[in-house]
């Protein structure tokens, strides 16, 4: 069995084993973070079953998509989105879960090509007001879901957070605390939302106790990730 095989099999089990003891009903998809990470690896981890991948920088992202268009990978934009990217992300992704501002929302929108499904979108909330941290603020929440609802060639799906990271397990759990009642009050404003894309390597079993389902693993699938040189945005 191959590292990676293994390591996704642990990352289920585990999983399981935290929805049974906190009896967690929602169901939890592992996105694959391979950021930094050769298309090889992705192969590797897509024939021990992982489909969906998430794909922070761009350029990195189309290089893997088009040394793997033999797989029917479903691809997840999760990186900071500058405008001049918007074209090639609603062109090349089936997600995006970074979401912060109507202008990029719209921009999405216009690009994403009408033979295709809604481009699938979870707003990006800067649940710990971080000023170098991505993500609306969760006052400016509701508005931003308001107008993403109308924009027709976009699904609204739900929340995205990066918490602050800390090795407090209170902290972790109050953060993710603190999305899913952002998600929760959308719902009871009228939202269809599903989508608590929360929980990386080294907090996701807190984001799971907390709602999470969609939980970005990276390095507990591939290892550490490697420095990039240069930007690849």
């Not at 694959?32 to 690896?41: F, G, M, N, Q, Y």
């Amino acid at each position: 069995m191959t590292s990676i095989n293994s390591q996704l099999q642990a990352i289920h089990t585990r999983i399981q084993s935290v929805r049974a003891d906190n009896g967690c009903p929602q169901p939890v998809y592992v996105l694959a973070v391979s950021k930094s990470k050769p298309a090889a690896a992705v192969r590797e981890a897509y024939i021990a079953g992982q489909t969906m991948f998430g794909e922070n920088y761009l350029q990195e992202a189309l290089e893997k998509q088009a040394q793997l268009t033999d797989l029917p990978i479903e691809w997840h934009f999760i990186g900071p989105i500058q405008s001049n990217k918007t074209q090639a992300i609603a062109h090349h992704f089936s997600w995006v879960h970074s979401v912060d501002r109507l202008k990029i929302a719209q921009r999405l929108n216009d690009a994403r090509p009408i033979d295709l499904p809604p481009l699938q979108i979870c707003i990006q909330v800067n649940i710990s007001h971080e000023e170098s941290k991505s993500g609306v603020q969760p006052e400016a929440l509701f508005a931003l879901a308001s107008e993403i609802s109308h924009l027709p060639q976009l699904r609204l799906r739900g929340l995205m957070a990066i918490p602050a990271p800390t090795p407090d397990i209170e902290a972790q759990r109050e953060q993710f605390k603190q999305v899913r009642r952002c998600y929760e009050a959308l719902i009871a404003k009228g939202f269809d939302l599903d989508t608590l894309s929360i929980g990386m390597s080294d907090d996701y079993p807190i984001a799971i106790e907390q709602g999470a389902t969609i939980v970005r693993i990276g390095a507990a699938i591939f290892g550490a990730r490697q420095l990039q040189s240069t930007c690849l945005n």
